[in-house]
């Protein structure tokens, strides 16, 4: 069995990107040392990961340690070398590439891509930031063992390395696929062997590993996790068990404060977020073709994302008046404002239903939402186990069809700018250890 094998200068970061490829259905395992793995107990494990414990230690004894790992799996069918540098490029991290590399055919590219998105890493010109703040002006630059004077990955990497170093910046890799072959080309051909690439979203991440496995190169991930887990989708394919189930966010709330809390949300926890046409939800010859069309989006993006979700309104622009359509429906505001919410919970209701069982838990986010998708459901009510944060709470649906279903509701006027990611945090972590099988 060809395996992937990732090189972790310590244990925690060893399990970190482990668990990345156990949620992609590979089986995985992380051994303290070298010395703790037995190949004939392990055969079936697609995933191994090594922790050399060298972060803190002298650079040749970290290039040994490494390099001893490469050499030992050399004798076996690798598909994949991962180098796994902390998010914060602490540690030895050019003597380490090194000690993959000279363990590996000449022509091996170190493909480093130091970004993690959804932990607020991102690689920008060559800088790294952690939640939008130059890596040197974080508290990890007085990091007592490994101090950090720059922002620029290039720099430190260069400084710890006896190889030539190549760079590709965000504009190359958001122009696409081919523009990042012809960028790893063109490094590759003046003699690069360590080439870093930008990235600021995980479908950055996704367009630089597709390009790494359509020019056909001997390449080493060198990444703090998701590069080596998108890498080794592509090399290995895609598996059928999906690890850690989804959430769905049914958002019907139009207060200026809801707005800000999911832009908040979405900058920094990276949804699939569809906007509902709230007009087209109105009108009974529109509505139908609306919720398929919203519920369509969501399915056929499900699988790239652990957060899903539907909203009415983005901008403060786009809220309606609906004591004019009211006037025209001869209706009250209050018939209209529940047709959106009965829209948006079928919405919720459909994607559930076709999802096969990848939505693990709910938010809604205002009271008429939540009624609306209770009903729906035809749920008796929920049973209140926790509270997330004052007057938004945890709990599971009773009865219906999908009973005990997760569940966090809040008040569309409730929290401070960051409370639906408080929200989305908490179930995500719930839902972290559920399996599904994924639309193939």
Do not use: W
């Not at 060559?126 to 130059?134: E, H, K, S």
């Amino acid at each position: 069995m060809s395996k992937i094998i990732i090189i972790a200068d310590d244990l925690t970061g060893a399990n970190a990107t482990s668990v990345l490829l156990a949620g992609q259905g590979f089986k995985s395992a992380t051994f303290l040392d070298l010395e703790k793995y037995d190949p004939k107990k392990n055969k079936d494990l697609k995933v191994v990961s090594i922790s050399t414990d060298s972060r803190a230690v002298k650079k040749d004894i970290a290039y040994k340690r490494v390099n001893e790992v490469v050499e030992f799996f050399n004798n076996y069918d690798v598909k994949l070398f991962a180098k796994r540098i902390d998010s914060t490029l602490r540690g030895n991290i050019g003597a380490e590439i090194d000690g993959v590399l000279d363990g590996l055919p000449e022509d091996t590219i170190a493909v480093v891509v130091p970004s993690f998105p959804t932990s607020g890493r991102v690689c920008v010109g060559g800088y790294l930031m952690v939640d939008q703040i130059p890596l040197e002006k974080t508290d990890v630059a007085n990091d007592p063992k490994n101090p950090i004077k720059t922002s620029r990955v290039v720099s430190i990497i260069k400084s710890q390395t006896n190889k030539r170093v190549g760079f590709i910046d965000l504009d190359k890799v958001l122009d696409g696929v081919d523009s990042i072959k012809n960028g790893l080309t063109s490094e590759i051909q003046n003699g690069s062997r360590i080439i870093i690439v930008d990235a600021a979203t995980d479908e950055d991440i996704k367009r630089i590993a597709k390009a790494v496995k359509e020019i056909n190169i001997k390449a080493v991930a060198v990444d703090p996790g998701p590069f080596t887990a998108a890498l080794a989708e592509e090399l290995l394919g895609e598996t059928r068990i999906g690890h850690g189930k989804k959430l769905m966010l049914t958002v019907g709330s139009v207060s200026n404060l809801t707005r800000r809390q999911m832009e908040k949300m979405k900058a920094s926890r990276y949804p699939l977020i569809v906007e509902a046409n709230a007009k087209k939800l109105i009108y009974e010859n529109t509505c139908r073709e609306e919720i398929d069309r919203v519920a369509k989006a969501l399915l056929d993006g499900i699988d790239d994302y652990n957060i899903i979700g539907v909203t009415t309104t983005e901008n403060e622009g786009d809220v309606l008046n609906l004591g004019k359509i009211a006037g025209e429906l001869n209706i009250t505001e209050n018939e209209i404002s529940q047709r959106i919410s009965e829209g948006l919970a079928k919405i919720t209701r459909k994607v559930l239903d076709e999802s096969n069982s990848a939505i693990g838990g709910l938010f809604t986010s205002g009271g008429d939402i939540t009624i609306g998708v209770c009903k729906e459901l035809n749920a008796a009510g929920i049973e209140v186990k926790d509270e997330v944060l004052p007057l938004a709470v945890y709990g599971r649906i009773i009865g219906g069809e999908y009973d005990n279903i997760a569940i966090i509701t809040k008040g569309g006027l409730i929290g401070n700018d960051k409370a639906i990611i408080k929200c989305v945090d908490y179930m995500i972590t719930k839902l972290s250890n559920e399996n599904y099988m994924k639309n193939m």
